[in-house]
């Protein structure tokens, strides 16, 4: 079975930068993307980042510039880089693992990342 598990997420002051890891278990084979998403009170689950297995990246226009999506494959590890910090991102991160044939997703628990003066 497939477990992801987030960490990295904390308090940081507008301005600064934190690394989100999402760590895989059990068999990864066959999937196609890697992403992360964020939810923020109020607001539906949005796409911020995903890696393909090819290695194609994709980033949500408010992130653009600022955050990095990458991957270890040997470790079987998502990582999201977030520099210049908003307050705007504050949420739950949650990683996610995607399949297409057969059609199946996977979630994390999600690291709240809180960004405040």
């Known amino acids: 079975q497939v477990q992801l598990v987030e960490s990295g997420g904390g308090l940081v002051q507008p301005g600064g930068s934190l690394r989100l890891s999402c760590a895989g278990s059990g068999s990864m084979f066959g999937f196609n993307a890697m992403g992360w998403y964020r939810q923020a009170p109020g607001k539906q689950r949005e796409l911020v980042a995903s890696?393909?297995?090819?290695?194609?990246?994709t980033y949500a226009d408010s992130v653009k510039g600022r955050f990095t999506i990458s991957s270890d494959s040997a470790k079987k590890t998502v990582y999201l880089q977030m520099n210049s910090l908003r307050l705007e991102d504050t949420a739950v991160y949650y990683c996610?693992?995607?399949?297409?044939?057969?059609?199946?997703?996977?979630w994390g628990q999600g690291t709240l990342v809180t960004v405040s003066s």
């Open positions: 890696i393909s297995s090819g290695g194609s990246t």
């Open positions: 996610n693992a995607h399949r297409v044939l057969p059609p199946r997703d996977y």
